[in-house]
T-cell receptor, first 115, second 114 residues
Framework: GAVVSQHPSWVICKSGTSVKIECRSL??????MFWYRQFPKQSLMLMAT?????????EQGVEKDKFLINHASLTLSTLTVTSAHPEDSSFYIC???????????FGPGTRLLVL | DQQVKQNSPSLSVQEGRISILNCDYT??????FLWYKKYPAEGPTFLIS?????DKNEDGRFTVFLNKSAKHLSLHIVPSQPGDSAVYFC?????????????FGPGTRLSVLP
């Protein structure tokens, strides 16, 4: 149980385009979902926390107008990288947590390459 | 200031021997700790967790030890297998405070040699 999926797994796009990444909890209802970014050989960096039905809380230094997060249902959260630039190229990972739980379950990640 | 530290960026262990991965934290408010394993280009996989009311939790080959007074925890893998080769992240959080997320350490790369 506690499976989290992400789609797509790979994105290659041109600079200036917007990219949408989906994160789904497949067998549980996720009251909270998290979005992380990982640069090569670095740890996971939290970008934002989203609770179902409310606005996401962004970490310091993360532009909320550039990284749009929507958590419209208990099983789906989306991250949209607007007007992506090469410096946004990274590995984006989501995680989900169900009500009353502490453990986060991670998705497989989405690798974004902006040319 | 790093609240969760993993001072060994890498560790090599012979197959069949014990792997010990260490983690230190500075925030005394943390009361729940987790270990994740991560392969390249994949999301982290949850391994084992421990609450601050315990000092040991065991699950198969994995045992986590917590020393609250030293603000130190360790993950023991016995016996180590080549498939255990991955990056291991220690994470800490505060139970029940849903506004607070995990704080991850920088990770330790474990290589289990056949």
């Amino acid at each position: 149980g506690a499976v989290v999926s992400q789609h797509p797994s790979w994105v290659i796009c041109k600079s200036g385009t917007s990219v949408k990444i989906e994160c789904r909890s497949l067998d549980f209802q996720a009251t909270t979902m998290f979005w992380y970014r990982q640069f090569p050989k670095q740890s996971l960096m939290l970008m934002a926390t989203s609770n179902e039905g409310s606005k996401a809380t962004y970490e310091q230094g993360v532009e909320k107008d550039k990284f749009l997060i929507n958590h419209a249902s208990l099983t789906l959260s989306t991250l949209t990288v607007t007007s992506a630039h090469p410096e946004d190229s990274s590995f984006y990972i989501c995680s989900a947590r169900f009500a009353g739980g502490e453990t986060q379950y991670f998705g497989p990640g989405t690798r974004l390459l902006v040319l | 200031d790093q609240q969760v530290k993993q001072n060994s960026p890498s560790l090599s262990v012979q197959e069949g021997r014990i792997s010990i991965l260490n983690c230190d934290y500075t925030n005394s408010m943390f009361d729940y700790f987790l270990w994740y394993k991560k392969y390249p280009a994949e999301g982290p996989t949850f391994l084992i967790s421990i609450s601050s009311i315990k000092d040991k939790n065991e699950d198969g080959r994995f045992t986590v030890f917590l020393n609250k007074s030293a603000k130190h925890l360790s993950l023991h893998i016995v016996p180590s297998q080549p498939g255990d080769s991955a990056v291991y992240f220690c994470a800490a959080t505060t139970v029940g405070n849903y506004g607070q997320n995990f704080v991850f350490g920088p990770g330790t790369r474990l290589s289990v040699l056949p």
